[in-house]
């Protein structure tokens, strides 16, 4: 019994150490200033530090990786949300959006932040200062909100 034990022990960790072989890509590619959301709506510094503070790690190209981000399974899991979060919605190559679908992406945000969706309840777990107050969350509400009609707007001039 206790032989077999050890046998397991020692597969676990071979198991371990092999995974760490697969690293999914981390990567930050550079950021063109002039096509980041603050560069095509009007974002107050107030709501520029609350998006910084809990929303860029994964939506943007400017990703904090964490120390444990490089150790397997963290990694994979670290590195999916990362890149579906840049998929559905990356305010570093905001610019290159449709007006639609910015107008769309803030209503997005309306609902995902008034839900409590968002930041992903494990990030938070890890980042306890990324969770949003009562108050933050009224505030980027009213702003998405007052930005979706700017864009949505007949003579509207942000964005494409
Ligand atoms: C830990 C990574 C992570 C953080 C931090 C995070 N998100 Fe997300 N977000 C995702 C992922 C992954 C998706 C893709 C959809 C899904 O899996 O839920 C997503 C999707 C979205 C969407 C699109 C939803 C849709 O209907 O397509 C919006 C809008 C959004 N996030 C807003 C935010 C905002 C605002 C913040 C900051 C307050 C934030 N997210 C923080 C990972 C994150």
Redesign the pocket.
Known sequence: MRKKLKWIGIAFIVLVLAAQLYQPERSNPTVDESKTIYASLSVPPEIKA??ER??????SHGTTWPWYSTIAPISWL?A??????R???NLSTWRTYKKTRQAN?LD??F???SED????K???LM?PS?A?SKDEIDR?CRWAEKERDRLTEPDSTGGK
């Open positions: 609350i998006l809990s929303c860029t790690d994964c939506h670290t999916r949300d990362v890149k579906n979060g998929s559905s919605m992406k997005q945000i609902t995902e932040i969706k968002m930041p992903l494990p990030y938070r980042h990324a949003l980027i």
